[in-house]
C-alpha cells in the first residue's frame, strides 16, 4: 500500500529552526508537496520538489532524496504565526496526491 | 470573490436529511476536487473533475453524490449520512491533472456535523 509518514507533533521557540521529516512509499513519484494549513483554515501551498535536492523560499526550505523517499521541510526564524499543520503530499504514478496525516507544529515564545 | 470558495461553512444535519455542499473557484482552472478531512487524518481524496467529467471516485459511498456543472462550479449531495461522516469537507481546484508544479488551490472548507 501506499503510505505518507510526518511526526504528529512538534514544539519549537520563537526565533529557533524546526526540521519536519516526511518519508513515503508510493507506487510510482511525480513530485512532492508540501502544504502549511491553519486551524480552521484552507490548505496552502508552500513548497514542491521533483528532483533531488534542497529548493529555498524565503525561511522555508524543503529537501528530497527520492532513493531514500525522503523529504523535509525547514523553517527558520520561526515566529508565532508558523504555528500550524505542515502536510506533506507524494503525486504517484498516476498523478494523485497521496497525503500524510500532517505534523502539528506548537511555536512557543 | 477570489480564489476558491465554499457554502455553508458549518453545516449540521441528521441522518435522514439531504443537503448539498457548493464549491466556485475563480482562478480559470480545469480540475476540481472533493476531500475528506478528519482529525488525525491524512486527506481523503473522494471526487476528481477534469474539464467536467468525473475522472476520479475513489470507492466513496453512494450517501455523496457529486456534481460538476461546469468547470468552475462542483457540488456535493449528500443524503443519508452516518454519524462517522461528520468531518471537514475541502474543496480544491488546479490547472488540471498533469505533471509539473500544479499546486491545488483549497478552499476554506464545510465543518459538517452530523447528528
Known amino acids: 500500500g501506499q503510505n505518507i509518514d510526518q511526526p504528529t507533533e512538534m514544539t519549537a521557540t520563537e526565533g529557533a529552526i524546526v526540521q519536519i521529516n516526511c518519508t513515503y512509499q508510493?507506487?510510482?513519484?511525480?513530485?512532492l508537496f508540501w502544504y502549511q494549513q491553519h486551524a480552521g483554515e484552507a490548505p496552502t501551498f508552500l513548497s514542491y520538489n521533483v528532483l533531488d535536492g534542497l529548493e529555498e523560499k524565503g525561511r522555508f526550505s524543503s529537501f528530497l532524496s527520492r532513493s531514500k523517499g525522503y523529504s523535509y521541510l525547514l523553517l527558520k526564524e520561526l515566529q508565532m504565526k508558523d504555528s500550524a499543520s505542515y502536510l506533506c503530499a507524494v503525486r504517484d504514478s498516476n498523478y494523485q496526491l497521496i497525503w500524510g496525516a500532517g505534523t502539528k507544529l506548537i511555536i512557543k515564545p | 470573490e477570489t480564489g476558491v470558495t465554499q457554502t455553508p461553512r458549518h453545516l449540521v444535519m441528521g441522518m435522514t436529511n439531504k443537503k448539498s455542499l457548493k464549491c466556485e473557484q475563480h482562478?480559470?482552472?480545469?480540475?476540481m476536487y472533493w476531500y475528506k478531512q478528519s482529525a488525525k487524518k491524512p486527506l481523503e481524496l473522494m471526487f476528481v473533475y477534469n474539464f467536467k467529467e468525473q475522472t476520479e471516485n475513489n470507492s466513496v459511498p453512494s450517501r455523496f453524490s457529486p456534481e460538476c456543472p461546469n468547470s468552475s462550479h462542483l457540488f456535493l449531495h449528500l443524503h443519508t449520512l452516518q454519524p462517522e461522516d461528520s468531518a471537514l469537507y475541502l474543496c480544491a481546484s488546479s490547472q488540471g491533472e498533469i505533471s509539473g508544479e500544479v499546486e491545488q488551490y483549497f478552499g476554506p472548507g464545510t465543518r459538517l456535523t452530523v447528528t
Open positions: 482562478l480559470g482552472h480545469n480540475a
Open positions: 508510493t507506487s510510482g513519484f511525480n513530485g
